[in-house]
C-alpha cells in the first residue's frame, strides 16, 4: 500500500493534499511514515510482511490504544483496521528516549509513575489476556538451538512468578517506544493485553540492561505513584522476560540468516544471554534479588 494514498483514503481527501516528511523507523514489523495533511501531521503505519511477528495482535492495540489515549499515553488514534494491519495516529513532536535516559534517576521515577496509570486503567473486556506459560511454548516450538535444561529451567521459574493478568499492560518498553510529549508517551502498543504488572516492569530492565541503582530509581517511581512491586516476583520476571526476547529472536530470525542472532532489543548474541540465563538457574539456592536488585 502508497502511505499517501492510504491516507488520503482515510481521511477522504485526494492524494494532493497528502505530503510524505519522513520514512520513520519501523522495527521488524512495520513500516512507518510521517506524513501531513493540511496544517496535521500523522503516523501511517504499514505492516512488514503479511505474517505476524509471534505475540503482536493489531486489535488488541486497537483495543489498548482506545483506552489510553484519555489518559495521554499514546498518540491519539486516527485510524484502524486490524485485518491490514493499516494504523493512523496524530504524530507526536516530542523527543525519542535513548538507552541514556535508564540511567537518569528523574526519567526513571517518571517513567515508574507513568507505569502505575496505565495498570490503573480498567482493561477493554474483550482485550486479550496474556497467558505467558502458553506464551512461551509456542515460542519454544518455533525456536532453534534451545537447551532443554532453560526449557526445564522456564517452568520451575514460571511456578516461582506465579504470573497473574490482571492489568492492562504494554508488554514492550524500550527506548524506541517512549516519546516526551507532554509527559511520557508510549508508542507501538501491539503486544498490549491484560497481563501482570510485575512482567511490563521487567520489560525496560531487560531491554536497556539497566543496572542496580537504575532498577531501584524505577521500582522507587513505581511505588512513589501508588504501585505494589514485589520484588521476588519482579526478579522472576525479569529472568522470563530475557528468556523470552530470546525466544522470539530464534523464532523469528532464520537459521541460515545469523548463526548467533542478536537480541533485538540489545544487539547481543542469544548465545550470550542464553548462557546468562542458565547461570541463574544454576545457582538458585542463593535469593535472585541479589543478582537483580
Given at each position: 500500500m502508497d502511505p499517501v494514498e492510504s491516507l488520503a483514503r482515510v481521511l477522504g481527501v485526494p492524494t494532493s493534499a497528502v505530503e510524505r516528511l519522513a520514512i520513520l523507523e519501523g522495527g521488524y514489523a512495520n513500516h512507518s511514515y510521517r506524513l501531513r495533511c493540511g496544517e496535521e501531521e500523522y503516523v501511517l503505519r504499514l505492516p512488514a510482511s503479511s505474517e505476524e511477528l509471534p505475540g503482536a495482535d493489531r486489535e488488541a492495540e486497537r483495543l489498548a490504544l482506545l483506552a489510553v489515549q484519555p489518559h495521554g499515553l499514546s498518540p491519539e488514534l486516527v485510524f484502524s483496521d486490524p485485518g491490514s494491519g493499516l494504523l493512523v495516529t496524530r504524530y507526536l513532536s516530542g523527543r525519542r528516549w535513548t538507552h541514556a535516559d535508564f540511567g537518569n534517576e528523574d526519567?526513571?521515577?517518571?517513567?515508574?509513575?507513568?507505569?502505575?496509570?496505565l495498570h490503573a486503567i480498567e482493561p477493554p473486556t474483550s482485550l486479550r489476556r496474556l497467558d505467558l506459560g502458553r506464551h512461551i511454548t509456542e515460542l519454544e516450538k518455533r525456536a532453534q538451538r534451545l537447551p532443554d535444561a532453560l526449557r526445564q529451567g522456564a517452568r520451575a521459574m514460571l511456578d516461582r512468578f506465579a504470573p497473574r493478568a490482571t492489568t492492562l499492560c504494554h508488554n514492550d518498553i524500550h527506548a524506541g517506544n517512549v516519546i516526551e510529549h507532554d509527559g511520557i508517551r508510549l508508542l507501538d502498543w501491539e503486544y498490549a493485553a491484560v497481563g501482570d504488572p510485575m512482567f511490563d516492569l521487567a520489560?525496560?530492565?531487560?531491554?536497556?540492561?539497566?543496572?542496580?541503582?537504575?532498577?531501584?530509581?524505577?521500582?522507587?517511581?513505581?511505588?512513589?505513584?501508588?504501585?505494589?512491586?514485589?520484588?521476588m516476583r519482579l526478579a522472576a520476571a525479569v529472568w522470563l522476560y530475557d528468556y523470552v526476547m530470546c525466544l522470539w529472536e530464534l523464532a523469528t530470525v532464520p537459521a541460515s540468516d545469523s548463526i548467533e542472532?542478536?537480541?533485538?532489543?540489545?544487539?547481543?548474541?542469544?548465545?550470550?544471554?542464553?548462557?546468562?540465563?542458565?547461570?541463574?538457574?544454576h545457582s538458585l539456592d542463593k535469593p535472585m534479588i541479589e543478582r537483580h536488585f
Open positions: 526519567a526513571l521515577r517518571r517513567l515508574g509513575q507513568r507505569l502505575v496509570e520489560g525496560p530492565i531487560c531491554c536497556e540492561r539497566i543496572d542496580a541503582r537504575a532498577q531501584a530509581y524505577l521500582i522507587g517511581g513505581y511505588r512513589e505513584g501508588g504501585g505494589r512491586a514485589d520484588l542472532p542478536p537480541v533485538a532489543a540489545m544487539r547481543q548474541p542469544v548465545s550470550s544471554r542464553i548462557a546468562e540465563l542458565e547461570g541463574v538457574l
